[in-house]
Nanobody, 123 residues
Framework: QVQLVESGGGLVQAGASLRLSCAASGRTISSDVMGWFRQAPGKERQFVGTITPLGDSTYYSDSVKGRFTISRDNAKNMVFLQMNSLKPEDTAVYYC????????????????WGQGTQVTVSS
């Protein structure tokens, strides 16, 4: 079992930056693909990006590519989402997810999910 806890959300103005953290416990996540998703009010959950177990490859949705960066520290059992040049449309609850399979995670069917952290971007 893996427990994931996100933190770092908040209220910021457009153009600002935020760094979200996802702390894992229960077992090491060094063999897991990790990902971030988000869900805005009244909308379906949206894929943000993924990072491979060794952190050597990342993949992002077009809506965040070039502005968001995912990284991980397997020694600390943590994953991060650096968000720059934030826009009001980035407002959502952001979720961290873990799975052993990339395809499963990208399809939004990850085995483990955090509880989410709210990010609000004002215009």
């Amino acid at each position: 079992q893996v427990q994931l806890v996100e933190s770092g959300g908040g209220l910021v103005q457009a153009g600002a930056s935020l760094r979200l953290s996802c702390a894992a416990s229960g077992r090491t996540i060094s063999s897991d693909v990790m990902g971030w998703f988000r869900q805005a009010p009244g909308k379906e959950r949206q894929f943000v990006g993924t990072i491979t177990p060794l952190g050597d490859s990342t993949y992002y949705s077009d809506s965040v590519k070039g502005r968001f960066t995912i990284s991980r520290d397997n020694a600390k059992n943590m994953v991060f989402l650096q968000m720059n040049s934030l826009k009001p449309e980035d407002t959502a609850v952001y979720y961290c997810a873990a799975d052993r399979r990339m395809i499963t995670l990208r399809l939004g069917r990850a085995e483990y999910w955090g509880q989410g952290t709210q990010v609000t971007v004002s215009s």
